[in-house]
DNA sequence: CGACTTCTTCCACTCAGAGGACAAAGAGTG
DNA sequence: CACTCTTTGTCCTCTGAGTGGAAGAAGTCG
């Protein structure tokens, strides 16, 4: 089939365009009540949209006590592909135009493997996705990469864990090899989106959405929008001072967060702990395994060891530390906490919520929800679909 | 005369009298190059805003080559009042529509005696600026307050150096004894409009504004407009932890960067210092006028008080500690730093970007400037100017 | 003085959008 | 089933915003 070629022709159009992406189809009368226009515009514009093929009809709507309306929605061969690289492993999924995951597939690969490796990866899991019936093709991609990105042109900048990507021009590169439009983000940003589109964040307006994964970053998002600074590095507070005088990190500095918690710290910490004999479960599993990684410390804790709880907990302090500044400064409505660590569940998040409702000041934290995330690996996948709906959505 | 009555009729009205606000008399063809709308609409909307009178003819331009343009601007008798309430002190100063301090008047006074206490002082100074007929009456007034704000309603919300504050109805009550419409925000978001109107951070679209003075606060500038968080408690970074384990803070916490480092807290080490003999300099200050004040701490580091300079380097280092983490979340454009401390000047600057420089990472850091604010105490009265006018020049 | 620019006004024309009238299609009622 | 009432969809007219061209007014420059 011929791919989305069509563009919103206006902003009503693109407004109508993302009714019906979030609500699902819907009847133009319905479609009416939340526009503001009148029901001669209303229909003139859904005219073009069916015209353009963008939106298509689809049967009638029950009767509201009069005549039944009928039907649209956004044409159900549109497909979106939603890329979330992470620092070791890849996700992939195609959704239809409403966003819904058809197909999620995930596979182990490090990004310092560099980005041809990466991408050559990406189409061959998007060609997996479009051979098992899911797509004939994809009208856009939303792409997240763990690290920096001049979001304009969608080039990553100074990636600390990713060397070989600095100015890697991937939202070039990817739209060549894959025909459609791309957009390209923070993975961090990416799973705030998704948490806003189709998770815990839906009408909230300011919030900050937390990942722990290999690193940690924190996504901005305020008055709806993604905030991503000014020169895309927003969230980066991994290397946000935790200990004064801590440990070394990799960035040069002392004591930053990463350094003392994330994915990759947990995991040291664990193998030490096994090997100082601190912990028979974790030595347990550092046998079985040959090495330990934060889904271990996450099995043993759900086990009741004690060493692998209080490793959490300590991270969670230090996070919540952390957090707790974040909290004062920028008083946001809700925290989302995300990531790979996700799996270390109500530890950490007691830790968390602990440290931000002590040391953050009453009015910030009154009604300040803290709470974990709601899609778990799917979130940043979908906010890579929405990310390029956004823009697909928006008038040329 | 008769106040100003009429408000702009629609968007582009609105953005002419910004434009004219901004940049002062200005002919129709200039503004012609600013707004993109056809001669003909502009004409018409230029006439509109003459009728209203809020607009005046203002003699001819010069010549750009051909017939001379007939310049306009904004009626030269609208004042706006800008009233700046701090922890210890009052300023209030008269503005004209282009946002320029026509008189100002600074009186001590300490908040804490209540807001029926205050907005008496402040309606003598402000009659006291119209007796030396700078103005004939108000158009509008904004105020500042030494505290959180629930801005749409111009409510202070539990202020903590404000006991009497909570929930006393400042918009309602100044606007009643002014007879104009008020705007009330938090002291140091105005200082951030004021420096981002007529300040250093002209022209930079995310900033953040640090206001060291009886407090600490931060004042946050997102796309060009202020972000005052989901409770208008954004921005306090008084009581964010900066030394583990601290000195206990009037919070209840302990190691509040508020407690190491503000006005406040430099008076109190530096009255300890001369009392335990530390600093000829400052004991003989203290001799001299029974209490110090950072005032005090100032002059003794300019006259190379040793001590007086190591308090300042350390409270700058604090700061910049907090300050780092903050360049790490927001990755701001610049950097101001401002308030009564001022006068510590480059000293202190310089133990903040050091921190900044050292701890944040280079991609934040690379072109970020760390300035001090170029206003000093009329930042935050044209900021309250600017305020209220931003809200009388947008559509009714 | 004449040629060329620039500014301003006037006017005809286009077009988006509102809103009313009316027909079509359903629900509810006796 | 006949009738009324409601909702939906379409058509048509009207208005007002805005554009762009033409022409005059008021300059500059050689």
Same mark, same amino acid.
């Given at each position: 089939?011929?791919?989305?070629?069509?563009?919103?022709?206006?902003?009503?159009?693109?407004?109508?365009?993302?009714?019906?992406?979030?609500?699902?189809?819907?009847?133009?009368?319905?479609?009416?009540?939340?526009?503001?226009?009148?029901?001669?515009?209303?229909?003139?514009?859904?005219?073009?949209?069916?015209?353009?093929?963008?939106?298509?009809?689809?049967?009638?709507?029950?009767?509201?006590?009069?005549?039944?309306? &009928?039907?649209?929605?956004?044409?159900?061969?549109?497909?979106?592909?939603?890329?979330?690289?992470?620092?070791? %492993?890849?996700?992939?999924?195609?959704?239809?135009?409403?966003?819904?995951?058809?197909?999620?597939?995930?596979?182990?690969?490090?990004?310092?493997?560099?980005?041809?490796?990466?991408?050559?990866?990406?189409?061959?899991?998007?060609?997996?996705?479009?051979?098992?019936?899911?797509?004939?093709?994809?009208?856009?991609?939303?792409?997240?990469?763990?690290?920096?990105?001049?979001?304009?042109? @969608?080039?990553?900048?100074?990636?600390?864990?990713?060397?070989?990507?600095? @100015?890697?021009?991937?939202?070039?590169?990817? %739209?060549?090899?894959?025909?459609?439009?791309?957009?390209?983000?923070?993975?961090?940003?990416?799973?705030?989106?998704?948490?806003?589109?189709?998770?815990?964040?839906?009408?909230?307006?300011?919030?900050?959405?937390?990942?722990?994964?290999?690193?940690?970053?924190?996504?901005?998002?305020?008055?709806?929008?993604?905030?991503?600074?000014?020169?895309?590095?927003? @969230?980066?507070?991994?290397?946000?001072?935790?200990?004064?005088?801590?440990?070394?990190?990799?960035?040069?500095?002392?004591?930053?967060?990463?350094?003392?918690?994330?994915?990759?710290?947990?995991?040291?910490?664990?193998?030490?702990?096994?090997?100082?004999?601190?912990?028979?479960?974790?030595?347990?599993?550092?046998?079985?395994?040959?090495?330990?990684?934060?889904?271990?410390?996450?099995?043993?804790?759900?086990?009741?060891?004690?060493?692998?709880?209080?490793?959490?907990?300590?991270?969670?302090?230090?996070?919540?530390?952390?957090?707790?500044?974040?909290?004062?400064?920028?008083?946001?409505?809700?925290?989302?906490?995300?990531?790979?660590?996700?799996?270390?569940?109500?530890?950490?998040?007691?830790?968390?919520?602990?440290?931000?409702?002590?040391?953050?000041?009453?009015?910030?934290?009154?009604?300040?929800?803290?709470?974990?995330?709601?899609?778990?690996?799917?979130?940043?996948?979908?906010?890579?679909?929405?990310?390029?709906?956004? &823009?697909?959505?928006?008038?040329?």
């Amino acid at each position: 089939m011929r791919r989305m070629t069509a563009r919103p022709g206006n902003a009503h159009q693109a407004r109508l365009l993302t009714l019906l992406r979030d609500g699902g189809p819907n009847s133009r009368a319905q479609l009416g009540d939340q526009v503001d226009l009148s029901r001669s515009k209303l229909a003139v514009e859904v005219e073009r949209l069916l015209e353009t093929g963008l939106v298509v009809a689809d049967g009638l709507a029950a009767s509201r006590g009069g005549r039944r309306s &009928h039907n649209i929605r956004l044409a159900p061969a549109l497909r979106f592909l939603g890329v979330d690289i992470g620092a070791t %492993s890849i996700d992939v999924a195609v959704t239809n135009a409403e966003l819904e995951v058809l197909g999620h597939i995930n596979q182990p690969m490090d990004v310092r493997e560099g980005p041809v490796a990466v991408f050559e990866q990406v189409l061959s899991m998007a060609a997996k996705l479009k051979a098992s019936g899911l797509a004939e093709g994809f009208d856009g991609a939303g792409i997240g990469v763990p690290g920096p990105v001049r979001f304009p042109e @969608g080039v990553p900048v100074a990636p600390p864990i990713m060397p070989g990507w600095d @100015g890697f021009p991937v939202r070039e590169a990817l %739209s060549q090899d894959l025909g459609c439009p791309v957009m390209v983000d923070n993975d961090v940003n990416l799973m705030a989106m998704g948490e806003q589109h189709a998770g815990v964040a839906r009408s909230v307006g300011d919030f900050l959405c937390v990942k722990i994964g290999t690193g940690i970053g924190c996504g901005i998002v305020v008055g709806g929008e993604v905030y991503r600074g000014t020169t895309g590095s927003a @969230g980066d507070i991994g290397h946000i001072q935790a200990v004064p005088d801590g440990r070394p990190c990799a960035c040069g500095n002392r004591g930053c967060l990463e350094a003392h918690f994330s994915g990759a710290a947990l995991a040291r910490d664990a193998t030490e702990a096994a090997q100082q004999g601190l912990s028979e479960e974790l030595a347990a599993r550092l046998e079985a395994a040959g090495a330990l990684s934060a889904v271990d410390v996450a099995a043993a804790a759900a086990a009741g060891d004690a060493t692998a709880l209080d490793l959490i907990r300590e991270g969670g302090n230090r996070t919540g530390q952390v957090i707790a500044g974040l909290v004062s400064f920028f008083n946001p409505g809700l925290v989302v906490i995300g990531g790979g660590v996700t799996g270390l569940g109500h530890t950490l998040l007691a830790a968390i919520r602990t440290q931000v409702y002590r040391q953050s000041l009453p009015l910030a934290t009154g009604n300040l929800p803290i709470v974990l995330g709601e899609l778990g690996p799917t979130a940043g996948v979908i906010g890579a679909a929405r990310l390029i709906s956004d &823009h697909l959505f928006s008038p040329a």
